[in-house]
Structures are given as C-alpha cells and as structure tokens.
C-alpha cells in the first residue's frame, strides 16, 4: 500500500525528491515536537468533552495512513493534523492530506456496512491543520475555536485552519486518473532534493 503522505505529495511535488542527509537529521529532529504539540492538542479537545485518539489508522483505495488526532463527541468528529512548522510554511498538500484521511475514513465505513458508524448517527467530520504561531509573544487568552455545538479552547501559540471539503472530486482522481511518468512538476523541494536520476536536477545543468 502507498502512504497518504506520499500520495498527497505527489500531487504538487517531484516524484523524484530525495531528502539530504541535513534535512532529513532536521526533520526527524521535529518528531519530538511534533509529539508534544499532539498531546497538548489532545489535551485541550478533551477539556471541551471530546474523546480522543492518537495515530488513529486508516485505508483504502490502496493507502494507508494515520491520522494525527482524531477526536469524537456526541455529533462530531474532528481530524486534527499536526505540523511542527510555522503557519508560514503550510502548503496545499496539508489539506489535502487531511481531505485523503476524511475519504479514508467514510470508504471504512462503508466497507464495514453503514449501520452503527459515525456517519450513519449523524456526526459531522471536521478537519483541523494546527501550525506553529510565528506571532506568538506568550499571550495567555486562548483561541476560541467552534466545532459543532462546542467549543474549544486553544492554545495562542498556534495557528488553527479549519478545512471545507469536496471529497468526491479526490475520489474520481484516486480511482481514476493514471500518474503520467512524462510530466514532471517543480516545487521548492527542488532545492534541496539529492537525486542525481530526477530529470529536474539534470535539466537544470
């Protein structure tokens, strides 16, 4: 099976890219953050009445993925990704990591026949991106944040975007639209990729 992440990547990034040894020793440094932000977050959710539970695992349509937090009341359900980086550096493949974990999600359950799943009793999916607050000067008043009937009070010292979604347009991509080895797109990632074999790098000479 392929990794959410990886499909979400690919999507505005080079199917190419190879991380370099400095940065891939400065991701796996975010790990530990990243850890703490979740818990913190897991936290304040279950102040507001939530139940919740960590790398909550989901798959489909030949993906896998785990999801940050995913937090349940008695109407809601709420996704929450978890990004270690500042809001300045959220891009477009984070929603849409989280809009391939919600269509996950809804395939489970159908798969699993309708009846007695969240979505047969009604509940409401939200999908939640939380990034570090590159603002942040200690201020202690929390963030409101209103999902469904309750409300959550949050931490200042991060960035909260709630997502709309239209799933069903991923889902025909998903199950229908062939990865064309002949296009290639460039991003940022470019910069820093060390795969000599990515016919970006060699175009560039």
Do not use: W
């Not at 000067?137 to 309750?150: A, F, H, Q, R, Y």
């Amino acid at each position: 099976m392929t990794g959410v992440k990886n499909v979400a990547r690919s999507t505005n990034a080079c199917d190419n890219f190879v991380m370099n040894q400095d940065f891939e020793k400065f991701v796996e440094s975010r790990e530990s953050l990243h850890d703490e932000i979740k818990l913190e977050m897991k936290s304040v959710f279950e102040k507001a009445g939530f139940e919740c539970e960590e790398e909550h695992q989901v798959s489909g349509y030949n993906l896998n993925g785990r999801i940050d937090l995913l937090c349940r009341s008695r109407s809601d359900i709420v996704f929450t990704e978890i990004k270690s980086s500042y809001v300045s550096s959220g891009i477009l493949i984070d929603g849409l990591q989280l809009m391939i974990y919600k269509l996950l999600f809804e395939s489970t359950a159908e798969g699993q026949g309708v009846t007695g799943s969240d979505e047969a009793s009604g509940k409401s999916i939200h999908l939640l991106l939380v990034y570090r607050n590159p603002f942040y000067n200690g201020e202690v008043k929390p963030t409101s944040l209103k999902i469904g009937d309750k409300t959550v009070m949050a931490p200042r010292k991060y960035v909260y975007l709630i997502l709309k979604d239209d799933p069903q347009s991923l889902k025909d991509i998903l199950q229908y639209t062939p990865k064309d080895k002949g296009t290639y797109t460039m991003n940022r990632d470019c910069k820093v990729c060390q795969n000599e074999n990515c016919p970006l790098i060699r175009f560039k000479r």
